[in-house]
């Protein structure tokens, strides 16, 4: 039976794979991919944007090779990225001792 850690694993990769086999190469996030994870996994970041450019921008940020698509590494730095911010949001809210 595996672990919590290794399922969190498996549906980061299950969630990877669901977008990025819809066009073109399956082991890469397109924009137009990129841009359907972001409106559905991550609605609620992307509904509160006021400017419609921020995901364009998020994609060249996290595209490190510049090839206009996201592999897995590059989309792991983006819910890497995630993680802290909301791990820094609890922190800070965290009453002191």
Known sequence: MPTETERCIESLLAV???YAGREGDNCTLSKREFLAFMNTELAAFTKNQKD???VDR???KLDLNSDGQLDFQEFLNLIG???VACHNSLVVQAPGP
């Open 81 to 83: 990225g995630i993680a």
């Open 58 to 60: 998020m994609m060249k």
């Open 16 to 18: 990877f794979q669901r």
């Open 52 to 54: 419609p450019g921020v």
